[in-house]
C-alpha cells in the first residue's frame, strides 16, 4: 500500500472515530514554517525578517570578543574538553532556527518546514534542497540522522537524556525526515531536535567524535574558522557562498565579515584590554567595576559607549551550591542553617555598591516564581503525590531567604542556624562545630575560579568562622576547575543556572535523578528527588501556558524546599559596553543584546 493512499485511510479512521472535521484533521499534520512551545508562532509564514534585525544593515568589517580562560578543544557539544560557542553559533546550523523574541519557538533554516501532530508523538522536518556544507555537500536527511545518532551516542548528558526518549529515526527521502516521539510525552522534544546542530556525515569520523580536536569541522553556517591559535585565539571569517544568506530569518544577521575571539586568563587582564580598546563587545558582571571602573579615557571620549539594558527574562539561580553527595551536605537541615549565616545586605553594601537583588526563586523575577505565591490547585495537584517534599511556607508562597540584620554578625541568625546544626547532630566544642556522634570537625573546601568568587566565599568563609566551621577556600585554574565541576569533585561552588522564558529538558540536565550520576551534567548539587522528577516531567507535558506556569511554580517549590543552594543575587539589568563606532537595531528582543544582528558602518 502506498503511504499517500495509508496516509488518506488514517485519516478517514481518525474522522469516523473522534467525529472531528476534516479542517481541523488536516491542520494537524500540514506543513508549518514555525514551532511553538505553547501556542502558535508569533511572526507569518511570509514574515521578511526577525523583528529585531536590521535588513539593510551594511555587511562588511570585524568584531573583536572576548572570552575568560582557554579552550584545548572546538567542539563543546562532548563532555571532553573545555570549547568556545564559536562552532555552533557561526560554522554549524539547525534544522530550525530560535527566535530571540519569543519564549521558545523556532522558525525553518536547513528545514523549510515541519509537520506534527497535535499530541507531538512525531516530527517530519522537510529539508531545503539548496542547503550545503562549505566544501559544496548538499545536506541532506542523512546527516540529521548521523548527527542524532552521534549526539545521542557520545553528546553532552542534555542531548543523550533528550535524544534517548526518541523511539525511531527514518530518512524517508533526501530531504524528508521523520523522529517518532511517541511514548516520551515530551512536548518540548520536536524543538530540541530542530535546534541540532547537524554535522556533515561525510566528513566527520564517528570513532573520533568524542574526543577534543582543534580540527575546524565543515559546516553548513555563515562562517569559516581560518585561525586557531591554541588558548589564545580564534578567528572565522563569513563565507562569500553561504547558501542561506538570503532567508528572511537570517535577513540582517551575521554582517561582520570577520568574527575574532580572544581569550585572557583572567578577569581583570581582559578588562584592561577592554580599556585599551582590544576588543569591542563586553557584558559587565561586576557590580563594583561597572560602579567605579569606567571612567577610563575611550569612555569619556565617546569611543566607548556603556549602557544599561533592562533583562526581560527570568533571573534564574545564583548561589553557593552544597554537592549533596558529600556526607556532610546530606541533611537539608544542615543546608538550612548555613544559609542563615550569609548576610546579603552586608554584601550588597560594601562589596556591590548596593547594585544588586537578592535571588529567592531558580526563576526570580517572573510569573514561573513560587516566591510570595500560594499554590493554585494544579500545584497542589502535582505535589499531593509527594507528602513532605514543600514545606508549608514554601506552598503558601511565605518563605523568603533569611535576612540578616546587615551587620555582617547578627547573633540572632546564628543562634537560629546553631539549633538547626544541634538537631542534625552538630556541637560546638572548644570553639569547633563537631559532630556529636563522631567528634569530626565541621570543615569542607569552597571552590572558586576567579577573584570574585574568591572574595565572596572568603567573606563568608569568616562568617561561618564565628560558629566553628572552617571552609578553606580553594582557587584554581580555569580546566582545573571545568574537570573538578564536571565530575562533581567539590564540596560546595559558586554556579549560576540561567532561566528562560520556557524552562525544559535542560531543566532534566540540572534537577534529575539520572543527572545526579552522570559526569558532565550541570546537577551539581547531586539533586535525587522522585518529586523534582515529577515536576520536570509536568512542565514538559504542558499543553497550555497556565498548566506550564503551574508545573514550573511546582517545581520551584520543591527544589527551594530541599535548601539545595544558599541563594545569592542578581543584577537586575544587563550592563554592557562597546565600541563606539559599532550600531545596532532599535529594538532588544526579550533575551538581550545579540551582535549578530549588530554592524560596523563602512567607512
Not at 103 to 124: H, N, Q
Not at 167 to 182: G, K, M, N, Q, Y
Not at 495 to 516: K, L, T
Amino acid at each position: 500500500m502506498s503511504r499517500s493512499l495509508t496516509r488518506i485511510l488514517g485519516l478517514i479512521a481518525c474522522l469516523f472515530l473522534a467525529g472531528a472535521g476534516p479542517v481541523a484533521a488536516a491542520e494537524a499534520d500540514a506543513p508549518r514554517h514555525g514551532i511553538a512551545m505553547h501556542g502558535d508562532p508569533v511572526l507569518p509564514a511570509d514574515f521578511s525578517h526577525l523583528p529585531y534585525a536590521n535588513p539593510d544593515a551594511p555587511k562588511g568589517g570585524r568584531i573583536t570578543l572576548a572570552i575568560q580562560g582557554t579552550f584545548d578543544s572546538l567542539n563543546p557539544l562532548i563532555v571532553l574538553g573545555v570549547a568556545p560557542p564559536a562552532v555552533p553559533d557561526y560554522v554549524l546550523q539547525s534544522l530550525m532556527m530560535r527566535s530571540r523574541d519569543e519564549p521558545f519557538t523556532v522558525y525553518g533554516l536547513i528545514a523549510r518546514s515541519a509537520e506534527m501532530p497535535d499530541d507531538r508523538s512525531s516530527v517530519t522536518f522537510n529539508l531545503d534542497p539548496r542547503a550545503r556544507f562549505s566544501d559544496g555537500h548538499p545536506l541532506t536527511s542523512e546527516d540529521v540522522r548521523f548527527t542524532f545518532e552521534l549526539l545521542k551516542t557520545y553528546g553532552k548528558p542534555f542531548h543523550r537524556s533528550s535524544f534517548g526518549q526518541v523511539r525511531s529515526v527514518t530518512a524517508e527521502t533526501p530531504h524528508r525526515i521523520t523522529f517518532d516521539l511517541s511514548g516520551s510525552n515530551d512536548r518540548e522534544l520536536p524543538l530540541i531536535i530542530a535546534t541540532m546542530p547537524i554535522f556533515p556525515a561525510h566528513a566527520t569520523d564517528p570513532d573520533r567524535f568524542d574526543r577534543t580536536t582543534l580540527a575546524p569541522p565543515v559546516g553548513s553556517g555563515p562562517y569559516a574558522i581560518t585561525e586557531v591559535r591554541p588558548g589564545e585565539r580564534i578567528v572565522l571569517k563569513r563565507r562569500k557562498d553561504f547558501w542561506a544568506a538570503d532567508l528572511p530569518i537570517l535577513r540582517g544577521l551575521y554582517n561582520f565579515d570577520e568574527i575574532r575571539y580572544d581569550f585572557y586568563r583572567d578577569d581583570n587582564t581582559m578588562f584592561e584590554a577592554f580599556r585599551a580598546g582590544l576588543y569591542d563587545f563586553r557584558l559587565e558582571g561586576d557590580p563594583a567595576r561597572w560602579a567605579t571602573g569606567y571612567t577610563f579615557s575611550r569612555l569619556l571620549s565617546g569611543r566607548t559607549v556603556r549602557e544599561t539594558v533592562p533583562i526581560r527574562l527570568p533571573k534564574g539561580m545564583n548561589g553557593l551550591v552544597f554537592n549533596t553527595r558529600r556526607p556532610i551536605f546530606g541533611d537539608p537541615r544542615v543546608r538550612e542553617a548555613l544559609g542563615y549565616l550569609f548576610d546579603f545586605d552586608w554584601l550588597n553594601r560594601n562589596l556591590y555598591y548596593g547594585l544588586l537583588t537578592r535571588a529567592d526563586s531558580y526563576f526570580s523575577g517572573s510569573e514561573l516564581s513560587s516566591t510570595g505565591q500560594p499554590a493554585d490547585e494544579r500545584e497542589r495537584s502535582l505535589l499531593a503525590a509527594f507528602p513532605g517534599a514543600v514545606r508549608d511556607d514554601f506552598l503558601e508562597g511565605r518563605w523568603r531567604p533569611p535576612s540578616p540584620d546587615g551587620s555582617g554578625r547578627d547573633r540572632a541568625m546564628a543562634r537560629r542556624a546553631l539549633s538547626l546544626l544541634s538537631e542534625a547532630g552538630w556541637a560546638i566544642r572548644d570553639d569547633v562545630l563537631r559532630n556529636e556522634r563522631t567528634g569530626e570537625p565541621f570543615t569542607f573546601e569552597m571552590l572558586v575560579s576567579s577573584s570574585q568568587q574568591e572574595r565572596l566565599a572568603l567573606n563568608f568563609a569568616q562568617s561561618l568562622e564565628r560558629i566553628g566551621i572552617s571552609a578553606r577556600v580553594r582557587l584554581v585554574d580555569n580546566v582545573q576547575y571545568w574537570r573538578r565541576l564536571s565530575q562533581f569533585d567539590f564540596d560546595m561552588v559558586q554556579w549560576v543556572w540561567p532561566a528562560s522564558a520556557s524552562p525544559g529538558n535542560e531543566q532534566r540536565n540540572r534537577w534529575s535523578s539520572d543527572a545526579a550520576d552522570r559526569s558532565g551534567s550541570l546537577n551539581f548539587a547531586g539533586v535525587a528527588s522522585p518529586a523534582v522528577d515529577r515536576m520536570v516531567d509536568a512542565l514538559l507535558e504542558a499543553k497550555t501556558r497556565e498548566e506550564f506556569v503551574s508545573s514550573v511554580r511546582a517545581l520551584d517549590r520543591v527544589l527551594l524546599s530541599g535548601f539545595y543552594v544558599i541563594p545569592l543575587f542578581y543584577v537586575g539589568d544587563q550592563w554592557v559596553a562597546y565600541d563606539g563606532d559599532l550600531q545596532k537595531p532599535d529594538r532588544t528582543p526579550l533575551f538581550g543584546p545579540s551582535i549578530d544582528t549588530w554592524w560596523r558602518p563602512p567607512r
